[in-house]
């Protein structure tokens, strides 16, 4: 079984994240691999895992976590396959709740696909590039295909101050399928990457 993390970005109280993390959540059931229970795709939420600034005091690169906080999320971390990223952009950027998550991180993100989400006036799309070179550097490797929501024409806006309804276009959903295509044939395949490099590790100790 290949689990896939659906990454919800933000922690803002009225972030529209959650919507479209749930959007995603549901259109992903609908991918013939998770139709065929080969895949499972769960969501993760930051909120749930009040991760304070980062605090330990170890390089996240070598793996020696001290506070109960850090091994929570490192072991949920470490159970997924692969990663799809849902995140809104802040000032041509993504979030800096996203950015101390992964940075409390290292070996558990590591040899791992992930795709990306990003919602906003241009769908996040400097937020999602900025985050593929942040990810470079924990050897995650990015595919190419992505969804961009536009904050104009994929939700139903009333109040600026609220999430809103999302009501992608029918070629999101399309998009988000093909993402996947490529995620969980990543996924797949970096397990035999993840196993000789366990491998190795073990022969060098």
């Known amino acids: 079984m ?18 479209a993390a ?12 998770v139709k065929n229970e080969d895949v499972t795709v769960e969501l993760v939420d930051l909120v749930d895992f009040n991760l304070p600034h ?10 020696v976590y001290t506070h109960e906080h850090t091994k929570r999320w490192a072991n949920t971390i470490a159970g997924f396959d692969g990663f799809v990223f849902v995140t809104p952009e802040y000032n041509a950027s993504f979030p800096g ?3 101390n998550a992964i940075d409390f991180l290292y070996g558990e993100w590591a040899h791992k696909p992930a795709g990306f989400v990003g919602h906003g006036v ?10 593929r070179g942040v990810l470079a550097e924990l050897k995650v490797a990015t595919v190419s295909s992505q969804v961009a929501l536009s904050a104009f024409t ?17 070629h999101q959903e399309a998009t988000l399928h093909e993402l996947l295509d490529d995620l969980v044939l990543w996924a797949d395949s970096f397990k035999q990457v993840r196993a000789a490099v366990a491998q190795k590790a073990a022969t060098e100790a």
């Open 2 to 19: 290949t689990r896939i993390a659906v990454i919800v970005g933000s922690t803002r109280p009225t972030r529209r994240t959650a919507v």
């Open 22 to 33: 749930q959007w995603v959540l549901e259109a992903a059931g609908r991918h013939p691999a």
């Open 54 to 63: 980062l605090d330990e005091p170890a390089p996240a690169a070598f793996g």
């Open 97 to 99: 709740s996203l950015k």
């Open 122 to 131: 241009h769908g996040a799309t400097r937020a999602v590039e900025h985050l």
């Open 154 to 170: 994929d939700f139903a806006i009333t109040d600026p101050t609220l999430p809103g309804d999302i009501t992608p276009g029918e």
